[in-house]
């Protein structure tokens, strides 16, 4: 136990200064593409999009895996997928350089964005890594801020949204939720989650938000909603089999406080439901 305990703290620690570095740079969104004469599906988005760690990785630079939901749902519909999602983008990444993928034969198009907005995977990092007992908020993480953010996510998805169905106006369009990342009554669980439970309800605040403002963004854009929040029971402080969010000390392949592969397997059902294809390639 003594030397996991010791390589989470290695993990989280360096970690902490990935996500920074990421966040402000935004990655380096390339594009996969696969397929030609299939309908095509384009996937954008962030780290949760992507999903760094989860092997294979095909771009290190962007985080991105051959086993995301993007990738699962292209080869179980028999769709030409090109996914440019990357860790640390935002919504103005998103609009600066994703969207470019995004063309007026796109069929379909799925969008998992809005935590980097808010610092959201960078302040449970944070929080993650504070000594024992003390509290992030104040010490690298501010409230106000958080909150200033989340007042301006719901406008930042919608206008994001809106441009995604400008640039295609015939696709359909898909916004995806993050996965609920601690329990909502922001129980703590070390090694996973070794936060104070100050800061572990303020976290678990932090996605009940951004999980309030993707959905009227949705509705306001008038695209669809893929709800990856509302299961219960897969949150970091789930068993290890039924979990789809690795905590502090992942026991599957996946970054810290991020998704599995049996989050996008999860996800990729949700989509492959929610798109309505009944037939491979159709």
């Not at 920074?20 to 988005?45: F, I």
């Not at 007992?133 to 409230?143: E, I, K, R, W």
């Not at 402080?237 to 999860?266: D, K, L, T, Y």
Request: glycine share 8%.
């Amino acid at each position: 136990m003594r030397n996991r305990i010791k390589a989470r703290g290695r993990l989280v620690a360096g970690s902490s200064a990935f996500v920074l570095v990421v966040m402000l740079t935004g990655g380096v969104a390339h594009a996969s593409a696969q397929g030609a004469n299939r309908p095509k599906y384009v996937a954008l988005g962030s780290s949760f999009a992507s999903g760094p760690s989860i092997p294979d990785t095909v771009d290190q630079a962007c985080g991105r895996s051959s086993r995301n939901y993007a990738n699962l749902v292209a080869t179980k519909l028999g769709l030409a997928l090109t996914d440019v999602s990357c860790q640390g983008a935002t919504t103005d990444v998103v609009l600066a350089t994703q969207l470019a993928a995004v063309t007026s034969d796109t069929k379909y198009v799925t969008l998992t964005i809005g935590g980097n907005n808010i610092n959201y995977s960078l302040s449970t990092i944070l929080c993650a890594r504070q000594p024992p007992g003390t509290s992030c908020q104040g010490n690298g993480v501010d409230p106000a801020a958080a909150t200033a953010n989340l007042e301006q996510l719901e406008g930042q998805l919608t206008d994001t949204l809106r441009a995604v169905k400008k640039a295609a106006p015939s696709a359909k369009v898909f916004l995806v939720a993050y996965p609920r990342v601690l329990p909502a009554d922001g129980s703590t669980c070390p090694p996973q989650n070794p936060m104070v439970a100050q800061d572990s309800r303020f976290i678990a605040d932090l996605g009940a938000q951004l999980q309030q403002r993707s959905i009227a963004a949705a509705k306001a854009a008038k695209v669809a909603f893929v709800d990856a929040y509302t299961p219960k029971g897969h949150d970091v402080c789930s068993p290890e089999a039924e979990r789809w969010i690795e905590g502090a000390a992942p026991e599957s392949p996946a970054f810290v406080f991020h998704p599995n592969e049996r989050a996008m397997q999860a996800e990729a059902a949700l989509l492959v439901e929610a798109m309505k294809v009944k037939h491979k390639g159709h």
